[in-house]
């Protein structure tokens, strides 16, 4: 099946106050109609490969072809091919939705015709049609992030790139989108996305590449990535933070694994999980500790992120410390850092 992105030996260093190597030699390949999830913790190069894939920014040295195409040497060719949603929504607030769509059509060199009816079909699409007048400064954060995805759309890209798509949305958006998303997969488009939700790659992604400090540290389908880990991974609750710590102690004792202790649970990997399971309640009772809960599970390919990178992913350490201060720092961070795609190099 041929490709339709190559990425060869991509390095890119920012330079300034402090130097950042965001890119180190990483390589992957995507066949075309197939989705490619880009996982990795916070600062590990996800987006500045999607920049210079997407033309927005050059590479210090390596290659990357989308659709056989150099994205340095054929820029104005490639930007005609792709379609990009980028981490931060590239769109205008005064404007209202279907402005900013027939904006992007503008942007793109197609008919008034053509975009008329293609604004008015994607508005349908995304759920959007009765909003599609309003200026986007009335939007919820799940509208702007569809009326960005809608915008990618637009003109029809054979290939799209999709930056932390469902970053912020609650679940019932988060799954239209997955179906959105599929549904244009099934049609040939071919997807990258960058994601930190391993739920989000399980789903959507037939390969995967996981990122750190800007090397690909591991590529494979989910399955393959999960069945590498190999082992059970044992779960144990338990009612105060004291008993977790102790509890951490005792999970040492029944393997080569190092046990992780977050909040009230405390977890290793093993080998054998029946017996480790036996001999864990066993050592347990001897310490006087009673769990709340005792589990025995297969690995979730956030296991595997957390073996891969020593994270756990922001969805889980969300879900396992909600006190909102992640969700705070991400707030915080998008305002820093959003990026100006509208008025870059990208049109
Ligand atoms: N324009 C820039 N100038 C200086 N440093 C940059 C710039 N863009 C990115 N970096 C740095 O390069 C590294 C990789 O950043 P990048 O945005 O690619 O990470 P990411 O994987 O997308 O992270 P996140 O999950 O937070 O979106 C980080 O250390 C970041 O601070
Ligand atoms: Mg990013």
Known sequence: MPYAIEVDNLSKTFTGKREVRALDGVSFTVEEGTVFGLLGPNGSGKTTAVRILTTILRPDSG???VLGHDVVKKGGLVR????????????????????????????????????????????????????GDRPLKTYSGGMRRRLDLAAALVARPTVLFLDEPTTGLDPQSRNDLWEVIESLVGGGTTVLLTTQYLEEADRLANTLAVLDHGHVIAEGTPATMKADLGATVL?????????????????????????????????????????????GLRALDREGIVPTAFTLREPSLDDVFLSLTGHRTVEEAEKQ????TTRRRRRVRAAEEALPIATGEFS
Do not use: C, K, W
């Open 63 to 65: 290659t990357a072809r």
């Open 80 to 131: 005609s091919l792709i379609g990009l949603a980028g981490q931060y929504a590239a769109v205008d607030e005064n404007l209202t939705g279907r402005e900013n769509l027939v904006m992007v059509g503008n942007l793109n060199h197609l008919s008034r015709s053509y975009v008329g009816g293609r604004a008015n079909d994607l508005l349908e699409q995304f759920n959007l049609a009765d909003a």
């Open 235 to 279: 779960e144990v609750g338990l009612p105060n933070l004291e008993d977790a710590r102790r509890t951490g102690a005792v999970l040492d004792t029944l393997g080569p694994h190092s046990s992780i202790v977050n909040g009230t649970f405390a977890e290793v990997t093993v080998d054998n999980g029946p017996e480790a399971a036996m001999l």
């Open 321 to 324: 410390q909600d006190d909102g």
